[in-house]
């Protein structure tokens, strides 16, 4: 085999890793973006856990292909870049979405999700970059749990207080 051939398979075998890590994928067409909000883009994705590069679309293509992931090929055209979150499946969708709210940028766009080996449209990326983030999730959970029990504590102790107050 061809050297070139052996180091595109392992690009291939790499962005597999990277797409079967991922919580989730979101795929950016960028077009006319400049340096610096690029640079913030990336410090933003960083900051979040999220991974983003540029892939070559075909190399994509064959590593999906191996997953078993259809229905992404009519996306991977034209320039793409992608985000990947390894920690936080809302994360990428989050900066992405942030990132182009507060710039009015419309050099980037979402062109398709990946949640697993599920395609989300852009409808469906922007539904989950409105979700809140695993830590005020994990948040409410625990004070959902939390408040019966503190509200048995505060009973108790209204009735203890009555009952003291009685004798």
């Known amino acids: 085999m061809s050297k070139n051939l052996e180091i595109k398979k392992q690009v291939v075998a790499d962005i597999l890793d990277k797409f079967k890590n991922a919580q989730s994928v979101v795929v950016v067409h960028y077009s006319g973006i400049t340096v610096e909000d690029v640079t913030k883009l990336r410090n933003q994705f960083r900051e979040n856990g999220v991974e983003y590069c540029v892939l070559k679309n075909t190399l994509v293509k064959r590593a999906l292909h191996?997953?078993?992931?259809?229905?992404?090929?009519?996306?991977?055209?034209?320039?793409?870049?992608?985000?990947?979150?390894?920690?936080?499946?809302?994360?990428?969708?989050?900066?992405?979405?942030?990132?182009?709210?507060?710039?009015?940028?419309?050099?980037?766009?979402?062109?398709?999700?990946l949640m697993g080996t599920e395609v989300m449209d852009e409808k469906a990326v922007k539904a989950l970059s409105l979700l809140p983030s695993r830590e005020v999730l994990l948040a409410?959970?625990?004070g959902s749990l939390k408040a019966p029990i503190s509200n048995l504590v505060y009973a108790l102790e209204a009735l203890r207080k009555k009952q003291a107050g009685e004798e």
Not at 88 to 113: C, N, Q, R
């Open 66 to 113: 191996e997953m078993g992931v259809t229905g992404l090929d009519e996306h991977l055209e034209g320039p793409s870049a992608f985000a990947f979150g390894m920690k936080d499946a809302v994360a990428p969708a989050k900066v992405i979405y942030d990132f182009i709210d507060k710039t009015k940028t419309e050099a980037l766009s979402v062109k398709v999700g």
């Open 140 to 142: 409410r959970l625990v």
